[in-house]
């Protein structure tokens, strides 16, 4: 079973504007990371936040966390038409859960 | 450094047919996963492997999929008889250990069955 509930499944914004994407999750966890899949190719890692965290940034992106919702948010600025892809977050549980659990994914589509 | 090598890419079989996949992870990785991507969802764990040591293969149906990892390196995911609700895509993965949290991802092998 799949652990992350993503919001929205799909958004659709214009070049240059914001996206935000939301994930929620049901049990405690070690890390929460998020990766990026464009059409016909694996998954890309995009960044990590541990569950001590509460913010991250890298690049045009930032990552908040909050444990006490079991909710992160992905925030990319000043959106790009090669931002276009399928966004999936990824637990990774507490203490001897080594597995990755993933969303179902926000499909963002940049329109120029 | 080159990445997580997949192949086939792509593949078609009729239903009860046979079918195998071919993962090379990245050089150094100990840890290797297969992980199942039905069309709209997010990836699913099938088996993890440290080394040639099988992790976790909780979510594996064990009465038609199989994997191996026999010298630790590369690794097959077979599935023998193939329904159509096996339809994905079939990602392979590494990390450097099992404590390593970024993981890896090949391409994929995209499989129809009919």
């Known amino acids: 079973s799949q652990q992350g509930e993503e919001d929205p499944q799909a958004l659709s914004i214009q070049e240059g504007e914001n996206a935000t994407m939301n994930c929620s999750y049901k049990?405690?966890?070690?890390?929460l990371q998020w990766y990026r899949q464009n059409s016909g190719r694996g998954l890309v890692h995009l960044i990590l936040i541990r569950s001590n965290e509460r913010e991250k940034h890298s690049g045009r992106l930032r990552v908040t966390l909050d444990t006490s919702k079991k909710s992160s948010s992905l925030l990319i600025t000043a959106s790009r038409a090669a931002d276009t892809a399928s966004y999936f977050c990824?637990?990774?549980?507490?203490?001897?859960?080594?597995?990755?659990?993933f969303g179902q994914g926000t499909r963002l589509t940049i329109n120029p | 450094e080159a990445g997580v090598a997949q192949s086939p890419r792509y593949k078609i079989i009729e239903k009860r047919q046979s079918v195998a996949f071919w993962c090379n992870p990245i050089?150094?990785?100990?840890?290797l996963y297969w992980y199942q991507q039905i069309l709209g969802q997010g990836p699913k764990l099938l088996i993890q492997?440290?080394?040639?040591?099988?992790?976790?293969d909780s979510q594996l149906p064990k009465d038609r999929f199989s994997a191996e990892r026999l010298k630790g390196v590369d690794s097959t995911l077979k599935i023998q008889p193939a329904k159509l609700e096996d339809s994905a895509v079939y990602l392979c993965?590494?990390?450097?250990?099992?404590?390593?949290?970024?993981?890896?991802f090949g391409p994929g092998t995209r499989l129809t069955v009919l």
């Open positions: 993965a590494s990390s450097l250990a099992l404590s390593t949290d970024t993981q890896y």
């Open positions: 990824a637990t990774r549980g507490g203490q001897g859960a080594q597995k990755l659990v």
């Open positions: 050089s150094g990785h100990a840890t």
């Open positions: 492997f440290q080394n040639n040591g099988v992790v976790d």
């Open positions: 049990t405690s966890i070690n890390n």
